[in-house]
């Protein structure tokens, strides 16, 4: 199975200086760096067993698995 060819459609967010700012601060906070992307996301909204159903198949098969909402 080969790795997909593009990745989904994100934006990277336009910050004011406040906004930057704070970003900032939560990157030296957590000790890495931090991109921030515009708020709609092409990823499925999952409930909790949804999401359960996910970590299990990523546990078993080792991988990290992404979902995505449907077109």
């Known amino acids: 199975m080969s790795a997909p060819s ?19 601060r939560v990157e030296e906070r957590i000790g890495t760096p931090l991109v921030a992307y ?5 990823y499925a909204e999952l409930t909790d067993e949804q999401l359960a159903e996910i970590r299990r ?10 979902a995505y909402r449907p077109a």
């Not at 593009?6 to 900032?24: C, H, V």
């Open 6 to 24: 593009s990745g989904p459609d994100l934006r990277p967010a336009a910050l004011d200086d406040a906004a930057l700012a704070d970003l900032r």
């Open 38 to 42: 515009e708020a709609e996301s092409p």
């Open 57 to 66: 198949a990523e546990s078993a098969l080792g991988v990290r698995l992404l």
